[in-house]
């Protein structure tokens, strides 16, 4: 029979980047030390200004190791998760939550699955955000913002596409939205991440000029850590030179 109370916490609001909402962790745990433990992985994890303590101490039962099984899962994959939810009541962990592409809800519940073994049991509910990223990614239609070789300047097809981004960011009514800049394998690879970031900045102030709040936009260059298509060939390394807009 499992004992009436439990030791539980419960993580919500997880957002990635601009912390539009605050992490409330709350629940009951054993003691100081697992309360500590808990809240130094979720301060090195999304920053100690983000995050909000509400855990209690008191009289609980918990499995030996509990604290260090909670803080596993306190990780850069749980930022993936957005108007998130990681619920763990003794050996129950359960995870919902939003993800801006449907392709990274497996990778994510096997990557949490891997980190909750025997006694722990795991449960998600992830489901993509759908309405406004599919205003997005049909405003983008799988076209390339192209800049001139080798640098962060827009090419003219490239300002074209922006401007019809600016009206399906106009139809998302004000929601927070990340720039990613991706290159492809070619050269340097601190030199491919610093222009992926360079892009990404040209991107946002681009839009910025024609009126989208800078609040609303964030940056961020990935180089060539994540390519959609096979790099050894010029069509791979075309489609890998991209920007991507993700609806936080």
């Not at 991107?203 to 936009?217: E, T």
Request: aromatic share 4%.
């Amino acid at each position: 029979m499992l004992p009436k109370f439990l030791a539980s916490v419960c993580i919500l609001g997880c957002s990635t980047l601009l912390w539009a909402e605050p992490i409330v962790i709350e629940g009951a745990v054993p003691n100081e030390a697992t309360k500590q433990e808990i809240l130094n992985k979720a301060y090195l994890t999304y920053g100690q200004a983000n995050v909000v303590d509400k855990i209690q101490v008191r009289a609980v039962t918990a499995p030996n190791g509990w604290g260090n099984s909670v803080s596993q899962m306190i990780n850069d994959d749980l930022k993936k998760v957005k108007q998130g939810k990681l619920s763990v009541r003794g050996t129950q962990v359960d995870l919902s939550g939003k993800m801006s592409n449907q392709n990274d809800i497996q990778p994510t519940t096997t990557k949490f699955q891997s980190l909750v073994t025997a006694p722990y049991r795991f449960n998600a509910q992830l489901s993509v955000n759908q309405a406004e990223q599919a205003i997005i990614d049909a405003a983008l239609r799988n076209r390339i913002i192209e800049f001139e070789s080798g640098s962060a300047i827009l090419a003219p097809s490239g300002v074209q596409i922006l401007d019809e981004m600016v009206v399906a960011l106009n139809r998302v009514g004000g929601k927070k939205v990340r720039i990613i800049g991706h290159t492809d394998s070619s050269g340097n690879p601190e030199k491919n991440l610093s222009l992926s970031q360079d892009r990404a900045n040209a991107v946002k102030n681009y839009l910025i000029s024609k009126n989208i709040a800078a609040a609303n936009l964030s940056t961020e260059g990935m180089g060539s850590n994540k390519p959609v298509a096979d790099n050894t060939t010029p069509e791979g390394r075309k489609k890998n030179r991209r920007i991507e807009f993700e609806v936080l």
